[in-house]
């Protein structure tokens, strides 16, 4: 049987428009809330953007989960138009329920179709991660679309990406996530009196803090030293940031010297700008460790 696949992944995923456009990569918008007026991430603004609303909001900004009707009704017209697979690639289960919620949708999708199971087939796949951590897993995965190439192996393609990204980020200020309780491994965090910066990772969905380095001028050094043991060589990396024009400069030019030019430079989305804060530099990259979700 010919395969028709369509891709499917959650605005979390921070692929910039024109690359998800150019691809015709569907991307569901989680809805947010800024100061009791909700929006639609990637649809009411765009990054830039949002780190202004962020800056001025005076509380918090939330974001909701993705619920299972807006799957049912995506997965419902994949079927009528003949799709024959529906890969998506999830933002991390373990801090949101739409993964969950995909997959509600699947089973209702199956109630009103049985005779569907055959001839309309389900990869969902919980990425364990967030941003361009599973979205250079997505672009890449469209492509390997566009080529021919099997489901089967676009979605193994897919889950060895995710099963080896690896996510470094650097809140320069601890505000946002200590406010917002979405990223564990701030709460606890002392020292940001001495000037100690925490280099944040996330291993099996949770976030933890690999490192603490003294003062902005350790950040880049220590960014690029811990890439260095730990990429796989000659492999694709982003460089994500926030409201830090400097820092990021900095960043992006010390790793084009030892890695050549990064796939992707981009602005935070707001899923995860909301946790983290708008002062953040970061990169992402295939490590050499397995991280099993």
Same mark, same amino acid.
């Given at each position: 049987m010919?395969e028709?696949?369509?891709?499917l992944?959650?605005?979390?995923c921070?692929?910039?428009?024109?690359?998800?456009?150019?691809?015709?990569?569907e991307i569901?918008s989680?809805p947010?809330?800024?100061d009791?007026?909700?929006y639609?991430?990637?649809?009411?603004?765009?990054a830039?953007?949002?780190?202004t609303?962020l800056?001025?909001?005076i509380?918090?900004?939330?974001h909701?989960?993705?619920?299972p009707?807006?799957?049912?009704?995506?997965?419902?017209?994949?079927?009528?138009?003949?799709y024959?697979d529906?890969?998506?690639v999830?933002?991390?289960a373990k801090g949101?329920?739409t993964?969950?919620?995909?997959?509600i949708?699947?089973?209702?999708?199956?109630?009103?179709?049985?005779d569907?199971?055959n001839?309309f087939?389900f990869h969902?796949i919980?990425s364990?991660?967030?941003t361009m951590? +599973?979205?250079? @897993?997505v672009i890449e995965?469209?492509?390997k679309?566009?080529r021919?190439?099997s /489901?089967?192996? *676009?979605?193994? %393609?897919?889950?060895d990406?995710?099963?080896?990204?690896?996510?470094?980020?650097?809140?320069?200020?601890?505000?946002?996530?200590?406010k917002?309780?979405r990223?564990s491994a701030?709460a606890g965090?002392?020292?940001?009196?001495?000037?100690?910066?925490p280099i944040?990772?996330?291993?099996?969905?949770?976030s933890?803090?690999l490192e603490?380095?003294r003062g902005e001028k350790?950040?880049?050094?220590?960014?690029i030293?811990?890439?260095?043991?730990?990429?796989?060589?000659e492999?694709?990396?982003?460089v994500?940031?926030?409201?830090?024009p400097q820092?990021?400069?900095e960043?992006t030019a010390?790793?084009?010297?030892?890695?050549?030019?990064?796939? +992707?430079n981009? @602005?935070?989305?707001?899923v995860v700008a909301?946790?983290?804060?708008?002062n953040v /530099?970061?990169v *992402?990259?295939k %490590?050499?460790?397995?991280?099993?979700?």
């Amino acid at each position: 049987m010919n395969e028709k696949i369509k891709l499917l992944t959650d605005s979390c995923c921070d692929i910039p428009q024109e690359i998800a456009k150019e691809y015709g990569i569907e991307i569901l918008s989680f809805p947010i809330t800024v100061d009791g007026k909700e929006y639609r991430e990637r649809v009411d603004f765009g990054a830039e953007e949002f780190f202004t609303m962020l800056s001025k909001s005076i509380k918090v900004p939330t974001h909701a989960q993705l619920i299972p009707i807006e799957f049912e009704d995506l997965y419902e017209k994949a079927y009528g138009e003949g799709y024959t697979d529906l890969i998506y690639v999830a933002i991390n289960a373990k801090g949101s329920s739409t993964f969950i919620n995909s997959k509600i949708a699947m089973n209702n999708f199956y109630d009103n179709h049985p005779d569907a199971k055959n001839s309309f087939r389900f990869h969902l796949i919980d990425s364990g991660c967030y941003t361009m951590g +599973y979205g250079m @897993a997505v672009i890449e995965a469209a492509k390997k679309i566009r080529r021919g190439l099997s /489901v089967k192996e *676009i979605v193994s %393609s897919i889950e060895d990406w995710v099963n080896h990204v690896r996510i470094l980020f650097v809140p320069l200020t601890l505000d946002f996530a200590k406010k917002s309780g979405r990223i564990s491994a701030a709460a606890g965090f002392v020292g940001e009196l001495l000037g100690l910066k925490p280099i944040i990772t996330f291993k099996d969905g949770d976030s933890v803090i690999l490192e603490k380095v003294r003062g902005e001028k350790a950040v880049v050094p220590r960014l690029i030293e811990m890439m260095q043991a730990d990429m796989i060589p000659e492999t694709p990396y982003s460089v994500v940031h926030g409201m830090q024009p400097q820092l990021t400069e900095e960043l992006t030019a010390e790793l084009e010297k030892r890695f050549g030019k990064a796939a +992707y430079n981009y @602005a935070l989305g707001p899923v995860v700008a909301i946790n983290a804060g708008p002062n953040v /530099v970061g990169v *992402i990259y295939k %490590s050499h460790e397995i991280d099993s979700h």
